[in-house]
T-cell receptor, first 118, second 111 residues
Framework: GAVVSQHPSRVICKSGTSVKIECRSL??????MFWYRQFPKKSLMLMAT?????????EQGVEKDKFLINHASLTLSTLTVTSAHPEDSSFYIC??????????????FGNGTRLTVT | GQSLEQPSEVTAVEGAIVQINCTYQ??????LSWYQQHDGGAPTFLSY??LDGLEETGRFSSFLSRSDSYGYLLLQELQMKDSASYFC???WGTGFQKLVFGTGTRLLVSP
């Protein structure tokens, strides 16, 4: 069964509003979670690394004030797209690592959130 | 930095064998992983190569040559359900925690 739950699966919002996406690890404590963004027919681009109890680490070119990440507990990370614009429309996917995972262990992904900004 | 290059699209017929290549450039290396993603879905793990050679898992096999910075995914006895995008990936960054994906290959299997 799914070990990472992401909600909502789809969201439509108006330009200028903010949207929050939740990512939960269901049966393990995830000290680290990752947020990816994917445009149609493109690869997954890592946006940021979410660390429980500390600030997220953003990849180069990702706006920190635009994409707010909070990892307040060992099982929950949230991504808030602030003041959304149509160009923010994309597929956002979270993933989590179990503490004992090694390099040959799979990364566990949520089912993604399709964001459409009108 | 790092880059992982894949062919953008591959087409094949049911029952055939197809090979998806991945060439990478990365500072530090802890193995090559492969993921499958159906449209609108989550990536799912297929295989991992930490050392040179071939790893076989059912119909899927993966190969790695670290000296050539090259790997491939081999899919045998293709089925329609294998139509999906396939990504190679490497761990990167401080502590090699971050999984970075290749450009991706879209596989289209026809009857």
């Amino acid at each position: 069964g799914a070990v990472v739950s992401q909600h909502p699966s789809r969201v439509i919002c108006k330009s200028g509003t903010s949207v929050k996406i939740e990512c939960r690890s269901l049966d393990f404590q995830a000290t680290t979670m990752f947020w990816y963004r994917q445009f149609p027919k493109k690869s997954l681009m890592l946006m940021a690394t979410s660390n429980e109890g500390s600030k997220a680490t953003y990849e180069q070119g990702v706006e920190k004030d635009k994409f707010l990440i909070n990892h307040a507990s060992l099982t929950l990370s949230t991504l808030t797209v602030t003041s959304a614009h149509p160009e923010d429309s994309s597929f956002y996917i979270c993933s989590a690592k179990r503490p004992a995972d090694r390099y040959n262990s799979p990364l566990h992904f949520g089912n993604g959130t399709r964001l459409t900004v009108t | 930095g790092q880059s992982l290059e894949q062919p953008s699209e591959v087409t094949a017929v049911e029952g055939a064998i197809v090979q998806i290549n991945c060439t990478y450039q990365t500072s530090g290396f802890y193995g090559l992983s492969w993921y499958q993603q159906h449209d609108g879905g989550a990536p799912t793990f297929l295989s991992y190569n930490g050392l040179d050679g071939l790893e076989e898992t059912g119909r899927f096999s993966s190969f790695l040559s670290r000296s050539d910075s090259y790997g491939y995914l081999l899919l045998q006895e293709l089925q329609m359900k294998d139509s999906a995008s396939y990504f190679c990936a490497v761990f990167w960054g401080t502590g090699f925690q971050k999984l970075v994906f290749g450009t991706g290959t879209r596989l289209l299997v026809s009857p």
